[in-house]
């Protein structure tokens, strides 16, 4: 039997997912040392989570992982923990190092716009969150997390404009209808983004949060991309999220996707703030007539389950991609009209779940929902 190597328990452990997630813990950079001796294997873990439920679940999937290797024995996992990096609160004073490190975004709300899927309008729900919240007074900043898609450019009409660097060599947000916007689409060409591999998406994400000079902001909105990946792990381990606003169109593919969303941000403990309901009905141009053209209840079904509120409802508005394209969100351009009402009702009750403070995040399986779900 060929003896027991470090490569071998390396490539053990990539096989490895961090619970909650499709992406392994060596490609996440927690895997800081590996020594093996004879058949005693070492194996040196930094994590980044509080929750010792989630620190016990690697554990054991290390163990398992390593033990299965032939010729491996005692197999002995080190945990370390890190935790976030602390930011000022807002209104307090960056602590004296600020001045070459990293002032971050001194923020009273850090809310993430989230979905499983993509296309289901979230980034639509992120951009007029923001306006609708800048529409009330509020400093509010948009940070565009989706390296792969980047649509905040265009949908704030910033396409082509660049940030400049301030005298201190930070870079200083674009502005549109009253929001502080930072987004990848402002550095990389559209057709580049989408060879960005993890480790970079996530230090590029950090750099748009730590380094960018946010200056004071009420709110501090986040559109993620869709799915469980880099963006969301980086930032909710690198700041404190208020909560996510979790976006779902009413079928039901979506809405399996929305929960495992919910399932991982729980997991990495940002509270769920509630879930949004887009493209919920059509109502006819003429003769105002609904249509709920997905069918009515599921996504009610999921809040009540998940014991997660429901934020709000939007309609389809056919408007409302026009609207978007052209760089003017529609709580800005139609504010009376269902959707921008929708939006803006969304954002009142957006920023009371926040207030409410978050009850501490309850793991729930998503598996009795659709147990139940298809069974009437
Ligand atoms: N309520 C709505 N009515 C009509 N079109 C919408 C609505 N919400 C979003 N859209 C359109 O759907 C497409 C996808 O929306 P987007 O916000 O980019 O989704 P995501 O960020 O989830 O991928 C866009 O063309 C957008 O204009
Ligand atoms: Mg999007």
Known sequence: MPPLTEDAVRQALARVPYPGFSRDIVSFGMVRSVTVEGDRVRVGLLLTTADPAVADQVREAVVAAVSALSGAGAVDVQLQRQGPARLPAAGEAPPPAAAQAPAGP???????????KGGVGKSTVAVNLAVAL???GRRVGFLDADVHGPSAPLMFGLEGQKPYAGDDGHPTPLEAHGVRIMSMGFFVERDNAVIWRGPIVGNFIRQLLLEVDWGELDDLVIDFPPGTGDAQLTISQTIKMTGVVVVSTPNDLALIDALKAIAMFRKVEVPVL???ENMAWFECPHCQERTDIFGRGL?????????VPILGRIPIDPQVVAESDAGVPVVAA??????????????????????AGSAPPRPRGIGAFFDRFGKG
């Open 106 to 116: 001194r923020a009273a709300h850090i809310l993430g716009v989230a979905s499983g």
């Open 134 to 136: 800048a529409r009330q």
């Open 334 to 355: 139609r504010p009376e009209s269902a959707a921008g009402r929708a939006y803006t009702a969304i954002a009142e009750a957006t920023l009371a779940a926040a207030a």
């Open 274 to 276: 509630g879930l949004v």
């Open 299 to 307: 996504v009610d079904r999921a809040a009540a389950e998940q014991e």
